[in-house]
């Protein structure tokens, strides 16, 4: 007796400009609607849209995001890649000092992958990205995105360079560096939200909170021994995006639910103005610890994972709502607190 086959269906590919008849019209407006799509497939993190289309000299860049590690450009193109997106490409991400360029298109040829992976190369600060963009639907299904990466920055190709830029840092630096590697580490296991990004050879680490103008830190004293995990509110971002309004009034407004958040999280903040950036942060500190006794690492990147991660469940609902205070009230909530 024969089995009756599975009712499955049967993949087809789609025409990209069935989905997207225009690069500028379409195809542009529909990933500034959906830069999830681009992060979870580049895995580098939130990203915010910041303008479409906008002006680079006498260009124009089809897509610019902010994302935790700093300023991300996309050209995108609905045909196959030619030496004039590569131009572009290379002069939209010079004009905006873009940490990441991504290159979207229907297929790559092999001489334009290569020039990517040149690009990444020969690049130490900023990551180049090639990606395939194609449609398919399941019989007469809506037609779904699928993005392919086929270029994409290769550490191991990169280490050289590292290398020989390590004999300019100083042991400090060294330390710092090794220190955040193994908290990125720390972080990437667990099963909390927030992200780790690409460590540096400093005294925090920045991280998405999901909205331009706020983010999560891990920061590290060794002068004073303690450790910090908090979210800080940039007074410049946020200046840039309500003119009349500052990281003060927006501070304001979460501190008013200050005794709900803290007994969401189980543990007390602080919260801090400070005077010298006129930004602020809500912090927790792990104090009497040593950031340069490797051996307390592993308890430290713990430590701070595990408050980042409860912070970013508590607060990044509140963030992403977050209206700012009238000036009058916001200044009687924002106390300058002592030095640490």
Same mark, same amino acid.
């Given at each position: 007796?024969?089995?009756?086959?599975?009712?499955?269906?049967?993949f087809?590919k789609?025409?990209?400009?069935?989905?997207?008849?225009n690069e500028?019209?379409?195809?542009?407006?529909?990933?500034?609607?959906?830069?999830?799509?681009?992060?979870?497939?580049?895995?580098?993190?939130?990203?915010?849209v910041?303008?479409t289309?906008?002006?680079?000299?006498?260009?124009?860049?089809?897509?610019?995001?902010?994302?935790?590690?700093g300023t991300?450009v996309?050209?995108?193109q609905?045909d196959?890649?030619?030496?004039?997106?590569?131009g572009?490409?290379?002069?939209?991400?010079?004009?905006?000092?873009?940490q990441?360029?991504?290159?979207?298109?229907?297929?790559f040829?092999?001489e334009?992958?290569?020039?990517?992976?040149?690009?990444?190369?020969?690049?130490e600060?900023?990551?180049?990205?090639?990606v395939?963009?194609?449609?398919?639907?399941?019989?007469?299904s809506?037609p779904?995105?699928?993005?392919n990466?086929?270029?994409? @920055?290769? &550490?191991? %190709?990169?280490?050289a !360079?590292?290398?020989?830029?390590?004999? *300019? =840092?100083?042991?400090?630096?060294?330390?710092?560096?090794?220190?955040?590697?193994?908290f990125?580490?720390?972080l990437?296991?667990?099963?909390?939200?927030?992200?780790?990004?690409k460590?540096?050879?400093?005294n925090?680490l920045?991280?998405?909170?999901?909205?331009?103008?706020?983010h999560?830190?891990?920061v590290?004293?060794?002068?004073?021994?303690?450790i910090?995990?908090?979210?800080?509110?940039?007074?410049?971002?946020?200046?840039?995006?309500?003119?009349?309004?500052?990281a003060?009034?927006?501070?304001?407004?979460?501190?008013?639910?200050?005794?709900a958040i803290?007994a969401?999280l189980n543990?007390?903040l602080?919260?801090?103005?400070?005077?010298?950036?006129?930004s602020?942060r809500?912090?927790?500190?792990?104090?009497?610890?040593? @950031?340069? &006794?490797? %051996?307390?690492?592993p !308890?430290?990147?713990?430590?701070?994972? *595990? =408050?980042?991660?409860?912070?970013?469940?508590?607060?990044?609902?509140?963030i992403?709502?977050?209206?700012p205070?009238?000036?009058?009230t916001?200044?009687?909530?924002?106390?300058?607190?002592?030095s640490?």
């Open positions: 007796m024969n089995e009756e086959e599975p009712n499955l269906g049967q087809r789609v025409e990209l400009r069935e989905g997207w008849p500028a019209s379409d195809l542009t407006p529909w990933l500034a609607k959906h830069p999830e799509l681009l992060s979870e497939t580049l895995g580098i993190g939130d990203l915010e910041k303008e289309e906008k002006s680079v000299g006498s260009y124009r860049a089809d897509l610019v995001l902010e994302g935790v590690d991300v996309v050209e995108n609905l196959h890649t030619d030496h004039d997106h590569l572009k490409l290379i002069t939209y991400g010079a004009g905006e000092r873009a990441t360029v991504v290159w979207l298109a229907r297929s040829r092999d334009h992958r290569a020039a990517v992976d040149w690009l990444n190369d020969i690049s600060d900023t990551d180049f990205f090639g395939e963009l194609e449609l398919w639907r399941i019989d007469d809506r779904a995105p699928r993005l990466v086929v270029a994409k @920055p290769n &550490d191991w %190709s990169r280490e !360079a590292r290398t020989r830029r390590a004999e *300019d =840092r100083s042991p400090t630096k060294e330390m710092q560096l090794r220190y955040w590697t193994g990125a580490d720390v990437g296991t667990t099963s909390g939200p927030v992200k780790p990004t460590p540096q050879p400093q925090w920045r991280m998405s909170i999901g909205r331009t103008g706020f999560h830190a891990a590290t004293n060794s002068l004073r021994s303690w910090r995990a908090e979210l800080y509110f940039d007074h410049t971002s946020l200046k840039k995006q309500a003119p009349y309004r500052d003060n009034a927006y501070f304001g407004a979460l501190k008013q639910n200050r005794e803290e969401e543990f007390k602080e919260w801090e103005g400070l005077e010298t950036s006129a602020c809500v912090a927790v500190y792990r104090r009497k610890c040593d @950031p340069t &006794d490797e %051996s307390d690492w !308890a430290q990147h713990e430590w701070l994972a *595990d =408050r980042l991660n409860r912070m970013h469940q508590v607060l990044a609902p509140r992403k709502t977050l209206e205070l009238e000036d009058d916001a200044d009687s909530t924002n106390p300058r607190p002592p640490n």
